[in-house]
């Protein structure tokens, strides 16, 4: 495990005294890393993979991952110390030829370009044209499925025009010509002349709908190769979106008790400072006739709002109230946020700073959700394996 993290901080000449002291306190332990042995059904890549929370259900699953990237260095760590393994870099700069085959391609691309809280430019926006570098590895490795995560905003970016030639790619519908000043790189623009040929489909899905208080929605987009099934395989019958549980959620399931933290100790209630500077702004809003300012949350909450990775500024979209210990509101702690995004509880959460942590977990997906997806994906493509089985023979 060191040794994957000084290789991880080798770009620089040398590490600071305080880096190496934080290198030395990691664990040699990883808790997700499969064992040489382990039995797995099918292989599959990570991509975007930030702190693998799309991982861990496949993993779950008996899948193989046999390629991971992330191109965030804080990211890398956390990833490395949960599943002992160091992601590659940037994406854009693999070539497609040097990816591993794989059976089932994951990404949660780079959503910022399409968020509600950006400034939604789309595919004007390089971190939006991250979905080409997937679509260039759809059209060399031909994976039997896929499983593609961004925010909800995207159906409704540029009208809706986004997200339909996203899905006319994947397709294979698609047949005009993406703008020469629309960014990604030579191979990825020359891979759009591979024409794909996925059954695909997509929904929106709510973190508070699969047992985590949390009103966190996402897209989901998930494909099947329709050249390598038989075809007798319809999708439209063996796929099949997860249904929302029946499980009341409450905040209170996620918190911790600090009641009997020392003062000293506190690093998670905010400032008398901050406080007010809050109360102020929602004052201010107020006035204004808008809604805009911190949300307040206790035990009985049946769900906080979403937590996103601006969480480390002020905290102001998920505070704790701390009225009853006559304290000011407190931040979620690191282990509270892992929860709110339903991560295991033996996940590493303090191989970064506090800060990075709460960026991580606020780019991260809601693993339960990820699951719920990942058990109709793998079902189906199973089932179609079968089907193709049959026919052959």
Same mark, same amino acid.
């Given at each position: 495990?060191?040794?994957?993290?000084?290789?991880?901080?080798?770009?620089?000449?040398?590490?600071?005294?305080?880096?190496?002291?934080?290198?030395?306190?990691?664990?040699?332990?990883? $808790?997700?890393?499969?064992?040489?042995?382990?039995?797995?059904?099918?292989?599959?890549?990570?991509? =975007?993979?930030?702190?693998? !929370?799309?991982?861990?259900?496949?993993?779950?699953?008996?899948?193989?991952?046999?390629?991971?990237? /992330?191109? @965030?260095?804080?990211?890398?760590?956390?990833?490395?110390?949960? =599943?002992?393994?160091? $992601?590659?870099?940037?994406?854009?700069?693999?070539?497609?030829?040097?990816?591993?085959?794989?059976?089932?391609?994951?990404?949660?691309? $780079?959503?910022?370009?399409?968020?509600?809280?950006?400034?939604?430019? !789309?595919?004007?926006?390089?971190?939006?044209?991250?979905?080409?570098?997937?679509?260039?590895?759809?059209?060399?490795?031909? $994976?039997?499925?896929?499983?593609?995560? @961004?925010?909800?905003?995207?159906?409704?970016?540029?009208?809706?025009?986004?997200?339909?030639?996203?899905?006319?790619?994947?397709?294979?519908? =698609?047949? /005009?010509?993406?703008? /020469?000043?629309?960014?990604?790189?030579?191979?990825?623009?020359?891979?759009? %002349?591979?024409?794909?040929?996925?059954? #695909?489909?997509?929904? #929106?899905?709510?973190?508070?709908?699969? !047992?985590?208080?949390? @009103?966190?929605?996402?897209?989901?987009?998930?494909?099947?190769?329709?050249?390598?099934?038989?075809?007798?395989?319809?999708?439209?019958?063996? =796929?099949?979106?997860?249904?929302?549980?029946?499980?009341?959620?409450?905040? %209170?399931?996620?918190?911790?008790?600090?009641?009997?933290?020392?003062?000293?100790?506190?690093?998670?209630?905010?400032?008398?400072?901050?406080?007010?500077?809050?109360?102020?702004?929602?004052?201010?809003?107020?006035?204004? %006739?808008?809604?805009?300012?911190?949300?307040?949350?206790?035990? @009985?909450?049946?769900?906080?709002?979403?937590?996103?990775?601006?969480?480390?500024?002020?905290?102001?979209?998920?505070?704790?109230?701390?009225?009853?210990?006559?304290?000011?509101?407190?931040?979620?702690?690191?282990?509270?946020?892992?929860?709110?995004?339903?991560?295991?509880?033996?996940?590493?959460?303090?191989?970064?700073?506090?800060?990075?942590?709460?960026?991580?977990?606020?780019?991260?997906?809601?693993?339960?959700?990820?699951?719920?997806?990942?058990?109709?994906?793998?079902?189906?493509?199973?089932?179609?394996?079968?089907?193709?089985?049959?026919?052959?023979?």
């Amino acid at each position: 495990m060191r040794r994957l993290i000084i290789v991880l901080e080798s770009g620089e000449h040398k590490p600071t005294a305080a880096k190496f002291a934080k290198i030395e306190a990691l664990k040699d332990e990883t $808790p997700f890393k499969l064992p040489p042995n382990a039995i797995s059904q099918f292989k599959f890549i990570d991509l =975007f993979a930030g702190i693998g !929370g799309i991982r861990l259900p496949f993993q779950e699953l008996q899948g193989k991952c046999v390629f991971t990237s /992330e191109w @965030n260095k804080f990211s890398k760590i956390t990833y490395a110390a949960n =599943f002992g393994e160091l $992601p590659h870099g940037d994406i854009t700069k693999i070539p497609a030829t040097e990816i591993p085959d794989h059976d089932v391609l994951l990404a949660g691309f $780079p959503c910022q370009a399409f968020s509600q809280a950006g400034l939604k430019q !789309g595919f004007n926006d390089t971190r939006g044209t991250m979905f080409f570098e997937i679509q260039r590895i759809l059209a060399e490795k031909r $994976p039997k499925a896929f499983l593609l995560e @961004n925010v909800k905003h995207l159906q409704g970016d540029n009208k809706g025009k986004t997200l339909k030639t996203i899905l006319g790619i994947l397709r294979g519908e =698609f047949k /005009e010509d993406i703008p /020469e000043d629309v960014p990604m790189s030579e191979e990825a623009r020359r891979a759009l %002349g591979k024409t794909l040929n996925y059954w #695909v489909d997509y929904r #929106v899905l709510r973190a508070a709908d699969f !047992g985590i208080p949390q @009103n966190r929605e996402r897209i989901y987009i998930v494909g099947f190769d329709k050249d390598y099934f038989s075809s007798q395989c319809n999708f439209n019958d063996l =796929f099949q979106w997860p249904a929302p549980s029946n499980v009341l959620t409450k905040v %209170g399931s996620i918190l911790e008790d600090l009641s009997s933290l020392p003062p000293s100790e506190d690093k998670f209630t905010i400032s008398d400072k901050l406080w007010s500077g809050h109360l102020r702004r929602k004052a201010e809003h107020q006035t204004k %006739g808008n809604g805009f300012g911190y949300c307040l949350f206790n035990e @009985n909450s049946p769900y906080t709002n979403t937590l996103s990775a601006r969480y480390y500024k002020d905290g102001s979209e998920i505070l704790i109230d701390q009225s009853a210990l006559g304290l000011n509101p407190r931040l979620l702690t690191p282990r509270e946020c892992a929860r709110l995004q339903g991560f295991p509880e033996n996940f590493v959460v303090d191989a970064v700073s506090k800060a990075r942590i709460y960026e991580q977990f606020g780019n991260s997906v809601c693993v339960p959700v990820v699951r719920a997806v990942a058990q109709s994906l793998v079902k189906a493509m199973q089932q179609a394996e079968q089907l193709k089985q049959v026919k052959a023979a």
